[in-house]
């Protein structure tokens, strides 16, 4: 007999070594989540996949799968707090959707669609941070950084470079690249690595592409993350 | 007709495009003033509101007589409402928060390329900035946030009429938007 | 500079782990980590400059930009501004003409805060070069002031202000007598190893760090992993305000808690073992490392010990200024040469810990006790205590009472009992388990201390009627903030937007929704951060605000809303800059109408009702 989870009432199966993440997208459910991507060793930070297991907060992402748990995922109060979390995210960056090219197709802001944000909640931060834009075809936006490392993973584990890395402690957290001049344009990264092109956020931008698709004709302008996100993510849910 | 909703706009530090695409309701409009009467707002001429049940405000907190706009809304709305990612965020104008108010002076009055007559404006007319500017929910309480750069009208149109039929205002999918 | 480099890499085998181990010395010699040293070491260890800044940069004692060459840090617990820490940083301050947070113009000396210490009962306390300095006064600082200007070496300045003591004013099971050297590996040899893990299992003991996980049941697990490699961990990075008993217990009880690893070692079949001791002990160093010398030469350390054909050693590895490293995960990763960011568990140590294998880490006073219960066997032991916390605890005291220092109490001991013997009135409440812990107030005195009512690391910070509860959460918020690692978003941007808020009330600008709003933060952060250190930072609002509501509420204004920041304030620059000062260049902070209550929002505004 294969072993289940339930997710919100539903039974769903799950292979010895998954995590609840992996179990749910499997089988068509989604958790939001926005440092994780399938390909990549789970991070667990960002905490927007946090799940009730058998009553204890866990993050799906990294949380493995063990017969017979039930999952809270889309309940009233879960929703509420990952709306907060988000609140968070936006209030301790700059993130000017207005003048972002990413605006329509950054998963930030279609997890805050998604969880229907409609404010910040929060008194903003308004850090000082910097643009990097010394690279002819790779530029960073610090401003826009989530610290969700997908970049960090991407360059090591994919590309086979060790381009970014976070550096620092607590609220004072920052993105670092590897090179004297602290320059993307010092480092070896290249517009054809993975790390590239991972950023959920405006952070990291491939440049003279932001506008190709006109805002108002992006991934999120019409449809949901969950949708996009079982469709692009999960194989079996693509084909 | 004694009972209709009174409303009041206005733009702190704004553009005036939420209020171009409020009116962009088009024939709406007509419907709209129906059941609604504008009181202090950029389409009406009055000067100070009293009494209003909904205050919409388009932008940031930039300088102090956004402050005392702000406050006079607060104190004779019933509702009030923040009106796009400036008044929300601060947008655009929050821009310079990370640039230090005396260099942001100094460019614009003193060293900047072109700049005739190098001088700080210093007249008891003129609002005095403040060193960053803020979403209005860090001044005065907000009940509801409409976002967008602008948003658009139907965005107006539904919040406005979920308002005046009596309904939680929500915002479905479509119309939630930060750019 | 290279060469210094490479020796230093070179006695350290070039490995990536002892990272923190190698800038530790760079820090020292040059009192900052220049680039030139970054590039080499990157080389030289084989691994991106990009791991090395993220070290430098998470650790509070590594530094990117040189810092003095005498470098002073006063500890910033709220027990050292009980003793009066503010007024006497202004006077160091002014005397040495340096500002808080900067290097003096000449390079000589700087001055920072620096998170507790743990000196609380001999404060106010500070570190110069690392060496900690205690009971600060005028005069000791006046004293400071010259050597520092006379540019006089550490080793010449007085004995006296260097001077550490154990305090132990009550000593019970552990703490009565000192155990006679390999008594407690004699013993276990004697028995066997598994019948002494079975006295470990009988005796109940658990972690004593504050979790209070069984020890015989984590050493059980560990010994059960289908590993060969495992090791031993004692976690000496006492961080939590108002700990110091790890301190006294290393700098009186070595040997006994060396031992204590040792017989663990043995239990789970461990070839290494380390001592992570918090940077802030640096003065504890040398003595400890004469400690294992002797006991290799005892034959207690190394290879065969005893003739019993085990093999081990301990390596004592310090830590350079980081709360976060105490989580038994992220020491394990600054063990590694790396930042300390909790891991995701599972898996746990005990499955895989250092570099990945097998590890148990354990409290400095679990391995104390560990090995007495070796001699004593568990009944011993498990004769005191209460059902479920078998045995003593000791308790590092601080604050207002008579005789601050250590303590050694059964579980099941009354706080009344213990402010008795520490010469404690008119206490207003008791801070158990430091900041992370429970504030209990006066009505709660007939309170136990035990697992099972008021489970505590050990910290123990008492306030007489004279303090303000308010500054005490302001203190202990701000050094959450401090704290984080950074790593999870709710503890990340949570522990800031905490500080803000309390700030926001403490300062008085509070209205009528924000101690709801605080409220509200407190629980998100709590129920939705990575680690102990997130899951904790609120506690110090949480327990009060249950205790004390009319505190926040009085500090609040009877208005609907105000600003977080000074309105005025804001205006300064602008003001300056127009040459203005007329009434309409200012702003109040509340308005003429402010008073008027929040509208409550009509149900409906359909026209005609």
Request: hydrophobic share 35%; aromatic share 8%; charged share 20%.
């Amino acid at each position: 007999m294969s072993k289940t989870i339930t997710i919100d009432g539903k039974v769903i199966p799950f292979e010895e070594g998954q995590t609840i993440m992996d179990a749910a997208m499997a089988a068509g459910v989604y958790i939001p989540h926005l440092c994780h991507q399938p390909e990549f060793t789970p991070h667990g930070s960002c905490k927007l996949c946090t799940v009730k297991v058998n009553g204890r907060n866990c993050s799906a992402c990294t949380f493995p799968a063990a017969d017979g748990q039930d999952v809270l995922n889309h309940t009233e109060e879960l929703i509420e707090d990952r709306k907060k979390i988000t609140q968070m995210l936006f209030v301790e960056g700059n993130h000017f959707c207005p003048s972002c090219e990413k605006t329509g197709n950054c998963q930030l802001q279609a997890v805050a669609y998604h969880l229907n944000m409609l404010d910040n909640h929060f008194p903003l931060f308004y850090p000082d941070r910097e643009v990097d834009a010394s690279h002819d075809e790779v530029m960073v936006d610090h401003n826009r950084c989530i610290f969700c490392t997908l970049c960090v993973r991407a360059s090591h584990e994919k590309d086979g470079k060790d381009v970014f890395a976070i550096s620092g402690r607590g609220i004072h957290k920052h993105l670092i690249v590897n090179a004297e001049s602290g320059l993307l344009k010092d480092t070896d990264v290249a517009a054809t690595d993975q790390a590239a092109h991972i950023c959920p956020t405006g952070a990291i931008l491939i440049k003279r592409t932001g506008y190709q698709v006109p805002i108002g004709q992006r991934i999120y302008d019409h449809q949901q993350i969950d949708q996009v996100s079982l469709a692009t993510e999960h194989p079996k849910h693509g084909e | 007709m004694a009972n209709k909703i009174r409303v009041a706009t206005t733009s702190l530090a704004g553009c005036f495009g939420c209020h171009m695409s409020f009116l962009d309701i088009d024939e709406r409009m007509l419907q709209l003033a129906e059941v609604v009467e504008f009181d202090r707002s950029p389409i009406t001429d009055i000067e100070h509101c009293t009494n209003c049940d909904i205050g919409l405000i388009e932008g940031g907190v930039c300088n102090s007589e956004n402050v005392h706009v702000l406050r006079e809304f607060r104190n004779n709305c019933k509702i009030l409402v923040a009106v796009g990612a400036c008044a929300i965020n601060g947008g655009l104008p929050a821009m310079r928060n990370h640039i230090p108010l005396e260099e942001c002076l100094n460019e614009a009055y003193l060293d900047g390329i072109g700049v005739e007559n190098p001088k700080i404006p210093s007249d008891i007319e003129l609002p005095l900035l403040l060193d960053q500017v803020h979403p209005i929910h860090e001044i005065v309480k907000i009940d509801y946030y409409l976002p967008g750069c602008p948003p658009s009208a139907d965005v107006f149109w539904k919040f406005l009429t979920d308002l005046i039929e009596g309904r939680e205002p929500s915002l479905p999918y479509e119309l939630v938007h930060y750019d | 500079m290279r060469q210094f480099i490479h020796g230093i890499a070179e006695n350290n085998h070039y490995q990536a782990t002892h990272l923190l181990q190698i800038l530790r010395q760079i820090q020292s010699r040059y009192h900052y980590i220049p680039e030139a040293a970054i590039e080499q070491l990157s080389g030289l260890l084989s691994i991106p400059r990009t791991q090395i800044i993220s070290v430098i940069e998470f650790y509070s004692f590594f530094h990117l930009t040189p810092r003095g060459r005498y470098e002073l840090l006063i500890s910033d617990s709220i027990t050292d501004h009980m003793l009066g820490k503010k007024d006497l940083l202004d006077y160091l301050a002014k005397k040495l003409a340096v500002a808080v947070g900067a290097v003096r113009e000449d390079g000589l000396v700087s001055l920072e805060n620096t998170s507790c210490t743990g000196m609380c009962d001999q404060g106010p306390a500070g570190l110069v070069n690392g060496y900690a300095l205690t009971r600060l006064d005028r005069s000791s600082i006046d004293k400071i002031v010259e050597l520092v200007n006379q540019q006089k070496p550490l080793d010449e300045w007085p004995k006296e202000l260097f001077l550490v003591n154990d305090n132990i004013y009550k000593s019970g099971l552990l703490l009565d007598r000192q155990m006679e050297q390999g008594a407690a590996l004699k013993s276990a040899f004697k028995r066997g190893v598994k019948a002494t893990l079975a006295e470990v299992d009988k005796s109940g003991l658990r972690g004593r760090g504050g979790a209070g996980f069984k020890t015989a049941t984590k050493w059980q697990f560990c010994s059960e992993e289908q590993q060969s490699v495992r090791y031993v961990v004692c976690n000496a990075d006492e961080g939590e305000p108002g700990t110091f008993k790890d301190r006294v217990l290393l700098n009186s009880y070595a040997d006994q808690v060396f031992e204590g690893m040792t017989v663990c070692a043995a239990i789970i079949g461990a070839k290494q073992g380390f001592l992570y001791l918090r940077g802030e002990y640096l003065h504890l160093y040398d003595k400890l490392q004469s400690i294992l010398n002797q006991r290799r030469q005892n034959g207690l350390l190394g290879t065969n010990i005893l003739d019993q054909g085990l093999d081990f050693d301990i390596e004592i590895c310090l830590g350079a200024g980081a709360y976060i490293c105490g989580e038994e995960s992220a020491l394990i990763e600054s063990l590694e040469g790396k930042a300390g960011i909790p891991r995701n568990r599972p898996p746990y140590p005990v499955t895989q810990g250092y570099l990945g294998k097998p590890t148990v880490v354990n409290n400095v006073e679990t391995f104390l006790a560990a090995a007495s219960i070796a001699v004593n066997g568990g009944d011993w032991f498990a004769d005191i205590g209460t059902e479920k916390s078998k045995g003593t605890k000791i308790l590092s005291i601080s604050g207002d009472c008579a005789r601050p220092g250590i303590y050694e109490y059964p579980f099941g001991t009354t706080i009344q009992t213990v402010l008795n013997d520490c010469g404690a009135d008119d206490v207003l409440g008791v801070q158990v388990g430091g900041p992370s812990g429970t504030f209990i107030s006066n009505q709660e005195f007939d309170r136990k201390l035990a697992f099972e009512d008021l489970a505590t690391g050990g910290s123990f910070i008492i306030f007489n009627s004279s303090r303000n509860i308010l500054d005490m959460v302001h203190n202990f918020t701000h050094f959450f903030a401090h704290e984080s690692c950074g790593f999870c978003t709710p503890c990340r941007v949570g522990t800031s937007l905490l500080q803000k808020q309390i700030d926001k009330i403490v300062e008085g600008h509070g209205s009528a929704g924000d101690v709801v709003a605080l409220e509200e933060l407190c629980q998100l952060v709590k129920n939705y951060s990575h680690c102990g250190l997130g899951q904790t930072a609120a506690n110090p609002i949480i327990t009060t605000l249950e205790r004390y509501p009319d505190l926040y509420q009085n500090r609040l204004k009877e208005i609907s809303y105000e600003p977080g920041f000074d309105l005025d304030g804001a205006l300064t620059t602008a003001r300056r800059m127009a040459n203005r000062d007329d009434a309409g260049a200012h702003l109040a902070q509340t308005d003429a109408f402010g008073s008027r209550p929040v509208a409550s929002l009509p149900p409906s505004l359909a026209v005609g009702e």
